[in-house]
Every structure is written in structure tokens, then in C-alpha cells.
């Protein structure tokens, strides 16, 4: 009845919500919350293949868009939170809208992509099958208070996990896997020689101190054995299995270790082949490298940084090829009040290059970083809308870092007004 | 070049909050002043170099703080001689709550300070974040706090500051900081130098005064500053 009750109600609060503007994803979902707790639990509980669950500090929304697209190439028929609302609210928003009246979800297994605070509470209601743990790093503090708070809410998650899948490099998610049996836990990670690309928590910070560079001490399943532009070479098992994929960025090379790891366990009869091949399949998440051309004959690419190994990762990615860079920071809630971090980000890729335009409420304060790694502004422009024009009747291919709420105003006015190339 | 010797406490350790700016600020300005900026990074079990005539630290986890506990301690003695003859020191958060007499966890463990500040920290239910403002005799200083940790200072020690908004340190007593001969401890994160260059050259000019007998400032072209402090002052979240 409480099942019943859950998905009309979710039902009518979106249908009426549907006369209003917006989308309006997390209000159905908060009112069925609040009124039935274990309607979320009930439900995702009875899917045939089960929940899994995807946390970390960065790459949540590409690496469960890698893992659901390889689970659809194979057939499955995957429940996910893709409307970008990553809480327990817009999860439940999203069973409602689906469940039949019956109360049966016609889907074999739920593939949810939560933030650490979120997973903690999650796994009170729901059972995790598996829990994808990505990295721990410093982010958005001003709301945790400190990483260990953030590893401690992973731990959790994983503990209430009948398996769990874990970066055998990142030592914070080692150390909360410490206490689970050995054969719960799965690993997916990257070669020795790559260490300088993925820098951990301490590595990000630390100086001239010998590098506690991680060496997993547990072998992975998956690991990211070598990338060169859009290529990618993983080693499963003893061999090694290479695919162009459509996504940049050497962060996400790692997130695809990340999801055939996962993948291996959730499709045990798919060869390492045909999942490394499905791979290169998986189109951009949103905010993550969508490609416009402006009114001049130039391009511009969105990318999103929201904390320190985002940023620097981005900066690895774009920094130093010969694009004309903007970084729009904003502090709001959703960004992070607290704009700190930026002195935590590694901006020797832009060494002796100059920085188009900073914007977003904290401009200036992007702008005085800069200075004091002697990195030019050309202008200072806190709208991000009047900034983004300013690039309108240039040429050349330009890159706009930008936090999230940045990121959604450029990206509301670029898919109105500009042709979207990828 | 005249150089100036800073010792950097613990950057492995207590560096959150990107502390490690202050570090960054206090090199680019004495170069920009016409002196050399020598760094030495004390990591725990290390030696203090001959000569030191700056001392920054930064804010860290509670798990770190405990890392460095027993190391601080070892070399208080040497710290405190440090602070008797003048040398100008800046210790955020973490570092600021070591340098004071005790630290009383949310779980009733004591850790013990070198004492620098007469003061004590108990370990609050709930944190205080925000941007904070405060009034001092260095002008108005800007910086974001982030602390569980309520800080105490005993009657005849000195404050930073008058919070003019947000906690500083306790939420109670409008108190900000401490300040010890030219000892300043704070919660203020922001970083703390970049974003109030003139506290940063008080620091360089005592240090310089200290070593060399005086200080001739350069000019400095500090419009950004000006503008991210007129946006600090006016910030009301």
C-alpha cells in the first residue's frame, strides 16, 4: 500500500508540477522522501540485479555513464538518476516517475550516482549489490569540514555494500576499505608510470617531501595502462586491450578503469574485448568538454572544475595546448562559498601563458591567483554571459574552465544561441 | 640579495583549506620588496635551520594534528625562543590551536600545545564556516573560517581582532586570533596573505627590521587585492 501510495503521489506531484516552469526533478522526489521513507528502499530493493551505487570526489557522473551505457550495449535495462539531481530526493523522483501502478520497476538493476553525504544516508534504506568508490579529495569543505569526514561517509557506504570496487591507488578509500573481506573488494587503478597524472589527496599538496607516491598494494582487475590523446590501453587480466574513445581528458581514462572493473562483475559472460570496444561509445557527460561554434568561426568548450583535482586535472588536459583560456568562478552554494581551494590547484601548465578573461562572482579572486603564479588576465568580467560575448566574434578554439552554477548559465545560453559540434 | 629564512611547519600535514597561498603570497612579496624569500619545509623529525626569521604554519585535519603532536612538542622550546626575540610568526587554524596551551577533543581527549598563546581550544558539536571580517590594528583583515575547535584566550592574552562578522574564536566573545609579541595565530583561511597584503608586508617589514635593522618597501601593484577586499567588505553571506 505504502509502494502504492509512493508512486501515485510521486506520479501527481510531477504532473502538477508539470504546469510550472522548469523541470522540477527533485520536488516529487522530496515530497515521496518525507512521506515515505522506505518507499525508496522497498522499491530499488525488489530489482532483480540490485543497486549500485558510484561515489567520490570527481568523475561520479561520467563514470556512471560509462557503466550504464556498457549494461545497455549487453541488454540490461538500468535505472539511473541521469537528470543530474544527485540526491536521495532525485532518486526517488526518478522511481516514481517509472514504477507502474502495480509497484513493480520495469528495470534489472539501478545504477545510481550519489555524493558521498548522500551514499551514507542511502544505504539505510537501500543495500547496495555493489559500491563503485572513485577517489577522496579535497572538495567543497565549506560543506564537509574535512576529507576524513568525506572518506568516512564512503566507508560507510562500502561497509553496508555486499562488494564494493575501489581505487587501489587513492589511500584515504585503501584505508576505509581496510576492515572488509578480501573478497568483497575488487580493484581498478593505473600503471606506475602514470602515477604523475593522478595525484592523490597528500600528493596534491605536499611539497618536496619524499613522494608517498601509492603504489597499490593490491592488484587490479582493470588497470589504465597508458593513454596517448583519445587512446586508451587497459590491462585486464594479463593482456592488453586499447580503444579511441570519444571522451578527452586523462581523468577519464582512469573513470573508464573505474567502470570496466565494474562492468567485469556485472557482466561476467561479456569478454574484456567487447566492453573496452563498448567503451569508446560513451558521449560527453554534461559540462564535461561539449564542444559550440560562435558567430565568429571560433569554438568554445564548457569544462567543469568544482575543487583542487578537477581543476588541476583540467589544467593537465587543456593548459597547455593553444587555446585561449576563461575561468568563470562563482561561490555559490552549490559551487562552494568557500574559494580557497584555488590556491591548491597546480597552475604550472600555464606557466608564461597569459589567461583571457576571468569571470563569475569571485573574478577578481581568480585573477589575484593568478597573479601571484605570474599568470596574465587579459579582462575581468564578473557576468559570465557579457564574458562569454566577448569570445563571440573570435577566432581560434577557446576553453572556459567554470564551477557549476557558472557552468549552467554558459551552458543555458551557449545550447540556445550556438551550434553544439560535439 | 638580502635574503629572509621562513620556516614552513608541517606543509604536508596542515595545509588544508589552500594555507599553502600564504606560503605562495609571502614569496612573491618579499621578492617584490628586493629581498630573497629562503624556504625551509620542517617535516616531522627534521631539524630546525640556523637561522629563522619567519614562521608560517597552516590548518589541517584533526588526524593530521595528532601526526605532528609529539614533533611540535619536541621543538616548542626552540619555537618559543624564536617568539621571545621577535620573529614574526603566522599560524592558521591548526597551527594557531598547537601554539596554544591545550586542545580538548569532542571526545574529551587532551592534546597538549607548545603555549606560545595562553589560550585553550575545546572541541565544539557543531563547525563554524563562513566569511568572516575583522577589526584590527592592521586595518580590516577578510578570511573564510572553518573550525569545530572553540577557542578560549586567557585574560591578559592579546586578541588578533574584533570580529565585525562571522565566529572568529568561539562565536561567543567576538574575539579573533591572538597575538603574542609578533606572534599572530587566526582562523582566518582565505588564504590569509593574499587576501590582506598589508598584514603580509607588517610581516616581511618585522622580519626584515629584525635581521637587517630596517625596510624599504617597494611599490607594489596591489589593484586585485583592492578589489577582492571592496567585494570582501561588502559580502553580507
Partial sequence: MQKFLGTVLGKSVKAGLAYRKGGGQALPG???????????????????????????????????????????????????????????????????????????????????????????????????????????????????????????????????????????????????????????????????????????????????????????AKSPDVQLADFKKRSATYLINGRKYSADLKLSGQHNFLNGAAALALARQLLPDVSAEDLVRELADVPLAFGRGEKYRLKGGGTVELVLVKNPASFTQALASYGSSNVNLMIAINDNIADGRDVSWLWDVNFGPLASKKVGLTSGRRAADMALRLRYDDIGVGEIEPDPIRALSRLDHKSGEHVILATYTAMLRLYAKLSKSAEKVR | MNRLDILHLFPNELNTYGDHGNALTLKRRISWHGLEPVFHHHHPGGKLPPRVDIVIGGGGQDSAQADVQNDILRIGGQIHELAGAGVPMVLICGTYQLFGRRFVTSTGQEVKGIGVFDLETIGGPKRMIGNVKVKSDF??????ENHSGQTFLAENQAPLGIVKRGN??????????????????????????????QFCDEIIRLAAVNRYGGFTPREIDDSLSVLTRSAARRRHY
Fill in chain 1, 30 to 216: 522530496l515530497v515521496v522522501e518525507k512521506l515515505f521513507p522506505s518507499y525508496v528502499g522497498a522499491m530499488l530493493n525488489k530489482l532483480p540485479e540490485g543497486v549500485v551505487i558510484i561515489t567520490g570526489t570527481n568523475g561520479k557522473t561520467t563514470t556512471t555513464k560509462m557503466v550504464v551505457h556498457l549494461l545497455k550495449a549487453n541488454g540490461k535495462k538500468v535505472l539511473t538518476n541521469s537528470t543530474g539531481s544527485n540526491l536521495t530526493r532525485g532518486i526517488a523522483s526518478s522511481i516514481s516517475q517509472h514504477a507502474k501502478i502495480s509497484g513493480k520497476l520495469p528495470f534489472d538493476i539501478a545504477v545510481l550516482e550519489i555524493d558521498e553525504a548522500t551514499a551514507r544516508r542511502l544505504v539505510r534504506m537501500v543495500r547496495p549489490r555493489w559500491t563503485l568508490a572513485l577517489n577522496v579529495s579535497r572538495d567543497q569543505l565549506d560543506r564537509y569540514g574535512e576529507v576524513d569526514t568525506i572518506a568516512s561517509y564512503i566507508k560507510a557506504a562500502m561497509e553496508a555494500s555486499e562488494k564494493v570496487v575501489v581505487n587501489a591507488d587513492d589511500p584515504n578509500l585503501l584505508k576505509a576499505a581496510q576492515g572488509l573481506a578480501d573478497k568483497r573488494v575488487h580493484y581498478f587503478g593505473f600503471s606506475d608510470k602514470l602515477g604523475r597524472f593522478f595525484p592523490n589527496d597528500y600528493e596534491l599538496a605536499a611539497i618536496d617531501a619524499p613522494s608517498r607516491q601509492s603504489k597499490a
Fill in chain 2, 139 to 144: 586595518g580590516m583583515l577578510f578570511g573564510f
Fill in chain 2, 168 to 197: 572568529g574564536n568561539n562565536g561567543k566573545d567576538k574575539t579573533e586570533g591572538a597575538r603574542t609579541n609578533n606572534a599572530f595565530g587566526t582562523y582566518m583561511h582565505g588564504p590569509f596573505l593574499p587576501n590582506n597584503p
